[in-house]
């Protein structure tokens, strides 16, 4: 059981894991809840891009996968909040925040997905951009976080391999099918780009969270491995990546790529405009309609602790 800074620190340098018992610094426990509730939130407002198609998924087939990949994403917010809740608040105190629009959830759930091949482009690139930041996750200093993650990032797997299947199938389709997946990817690639957060320069909480072992990569290492991965992918495809400054730089061994427009991902980050204003009513609606299951949730609980007394 860690009891002081002193043991904190020698905790964090053996690389060891912290448990929610021990003794944590302020700051490392509050960038933590900033994180995980952040993170959880993104996973339950990450179900409304897909959640739209299952009614209009195009077979019974596609129309399962996707029902069972949406409801992972609401399981992946339960593992969070969660882990969250290990570290103090509970879990309506964090919801508050989101409908409230005082702690954040990812910018990338900002954009609409008007067609079918979207859904193929979330998982494909969404899914695949979570994977290549959740991964080093599971090796988060926090264990109730890093123990979340793992089977997190095991279903993210198959939800990016979906995603790609969908594209594939589209792209070896007819013309229209065709366009319609180039079109998809035209509308995620930067904003799956920007998902990993500003540039180095202007992070607030890499340095610290790296020393901290809550982060192990900055947000340009993961940025570029996930281009340097998904590039021939999109060949693969037959498909363009919408950047026309994209190049192989054989020196540094890397794509080059092109500037995001970051005042968009300010933008969107801030949740400024109609579409983030949808995803939260939406969320709160869906809040709204599920209070009979908490009351009767509840209900049941102090029942069985009447019975049990
Ligand atoms: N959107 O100093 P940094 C998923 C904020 S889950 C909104 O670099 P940090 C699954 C940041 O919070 C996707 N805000 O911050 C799925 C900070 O804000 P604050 C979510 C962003 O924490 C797939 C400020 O900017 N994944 O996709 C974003 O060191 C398909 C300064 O930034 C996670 O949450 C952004 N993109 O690094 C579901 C993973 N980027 O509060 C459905 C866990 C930055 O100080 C369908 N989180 N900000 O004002 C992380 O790894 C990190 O928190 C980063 C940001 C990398 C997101």
């Not at 939130?41 to 959640?51: A, L, V």
């Not at 809740?85 to 609409?112: C, M, V, W």
Request: glycine fraction near 6%; charge should be negative.
């Amino acid at each position: 059981m860690i009891r002081n800074q002193e043991q904190f620190d020698a905790v964090i340098k053996a690389d060891q894991r912290i448990e929610s018992d021990d003794w944590m610094p302020d700051d490392y426990r509050k960038t933590l809840i900033r994180q995980i509730a952040q993170h959880a939130h993104s996973e339950i407002i990450g179900m409304q891009p897909e959640g739209a198609w299952i009614t209009r998924a195009p077979s019974l087939r596609r129309k399962s996968i996707l029902t069972a990949k949406v409801q992972d994403e609401a399981g992946h917010g339960l593992y969070l909040y969660g882990a969250t809740e290990t570290l103090g608040p509970d879990r309506a105190e964090l919801l508050d925040l989101l409908h409230t629009k005082k702690q954040k959830y990812s910018s990338i759930f900002n954009y609409p997905s008007p067609t079918w091949a979207d859904v193929g482009a979330i998982g494909w690139l969404v899914d695949g951009a979570a994977i290549m930041n959740q991964v080093p996750l599971c090796r988060c200093s926090y264990g109730p976080y890093g123990r979340a993650m793992v089977r997190i990032c095991k279903e993210e797997s198959f939800h990016q391999r979906q995603g790609f299947q969908i594209m594939l199938s589209l792209a070896e389709g007819t013309n229209e099918q065709k366009a319609m997946a180039q079109e998809a990817l035209n509308r995620w690639w930067w904003p799956s780009i920007m998902m990993f957060g500003p540039p180095d320069t202007e992070s607030v909480h890499n340095a610290r969270n790296m020393a901290w072992g809550i982060k192990r990569y900055t947000n340009d290492e993961l940025r570029q491995t996930f281009i340097d991965a998904s590039v021939p992918q999109a060949e693969v495809l037959g498909l363009t990546v919408p950047d026309p400054d994209l190049n192989w730089n054989d020196e540094r061994g890397h794509y080059d790529f092109g500037d995001p427009d970051w005042d968009e991902f300010t933008r969107m980050v801030r949740g400024e405009g109609e579409m983030p204003a949808e995803r939260i009513r939406t969320r709160l609606e869906a809040h709204n309609e599920g209070a009979w299951v908490r009351e009767a949730a509840e209900a049941y609980a102090t029942k069985q602790q009447r019975d049990a007394a």
